[in-house]
């Protein structure tokens, strides 16, 4: 399994189609999500991914502010999970957020069902639970 880190221009279109594909089988059709997956963050942010034999397994992506870095839209692919995919890709994703930006503060808009799998690496919340795209939601930061 390769992590692969990527901008929206070295995608390949195929890569893209992929990424779209797990993020919309898992946050519109398995979470019944009902807002446009895709958004301008896409255009800037790094596309970070776990991949073997050209199938996505788990994704996210980094977003840099001006105050701090975020990262979101964390998955793994229905057919891979209860393989510890989640918190390897998080784990890696925190590790390039300290690499490439070091010295800001990571935040994450996370779904409140996963609070404490994010304590577990050192989240704090930051906000009460409240609905984001009608699914509960907490802010939290690093």
Known sequence: MELKIKTLQEL???????????????????????????????????HLYLEEDNHIKAYTRIIEEEDCVRFGRVLVVKQYRKQKLGRKIVTLTIEEIKKRYPGKTIKIIAQAYLKEFYESFGFVAQSEVYEHHNIPHIDMQL
């Open 12 to 46: 390949s279109p195929q890569e893209v189609l992929s990424i779209i594909e797990a993020r919309v089988n898992t946050f519109i059709v398995e979470q019944g999500g009902h807002y446009g997956d895709v958004d301008q963050h896409d255009r800037t942010c790094l």
